[in-house]
């Protein structure tokens, strides 16, 4: 069994502070009358994009998707929404856990470009640069962190730790 307390990446206080930030971001770049298309990317960003979302004051308009990857065809992704979702003509703003290979995320995007949003903007609350394999443009990222196997505010070991208010680390499982 895994320790009950990972070691602390991130405190609770410094999450707060850098998600208000980026929600100010967002807002800054948001017209007052838009209404924005949030897509949630399951499960690792439902408490991101929970503390993201109250503290946008526009119109929202929330959706989710579950991703995984295709062992078969390693360059991947495949997903599905949970409820159907208008995406043509939206101003969307993918909400994303961390950004690791890039792989997941660059697959997302060009499916998501082919339905034609008015505009796609990527929310991501870390990023993992050293591991990146595919180039990925974002628009508002949260931390940077190194290659270290993250868990908590969301994110999961095995689908543990999801609960932790902090983001903290563990080492890989052999
Ligand atoms: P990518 O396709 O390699 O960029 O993988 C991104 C996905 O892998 C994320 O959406 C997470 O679900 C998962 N992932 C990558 N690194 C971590 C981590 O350190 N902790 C938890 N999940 C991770
Ligand atoms: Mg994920």
Redesign the pocket.
């Known amino acids: 069994m895994r320790t009950l307390a990972p070691e602390i990446l991130i405190p609770e206080d410094a999450l707060a502070r850098r998600v208000r930030e980026m929600a100010e971001e967002i807002t800054r770049d948001t017209p007052e009358d838009a209404e924005i298309a949030a897509l949630v ?1 399951l499960k ?1 960003a439902f408490v991101f994009a929970a503390d993201l979302l109250r503290r946008i004051p526009r119109r929202v308009r929330i959706g989710f998707l579950e ?1 995984h ?1 295709v062992p078969s065809r390693p360059g991947a ?1 495949d997903f599905a929404f949970t409820h159907p979702f208008r995406i043509e003509g939206s101003d969307l703003l993918l909400i ?10 660059s697959h997302l995007l060009s499916r998501l470009r082919a339905r034609r949003p008015a505009r796609l903007r990527t929310a991501i609350l870390l990023d ?1 640069k050293p ?1 990146r394999t595919v180039n990925v443009d974002v628009d508002y990222v949260g931390f940077e962190i190194p290659d ?4 908590g505010y969301g ?3 095995d689908e543990t730790y999801r609960n932790l208010p902090y983001i903290g680390y563990v080492e890989e499982a052999s």
């Open positions: 990317v690792g991703t990857k992704a994303e856990d961390i950004l690791d290979t890039g792989v997941t995320l993992k591991r270290k196997w993250v868990v994110l999961d070991d």
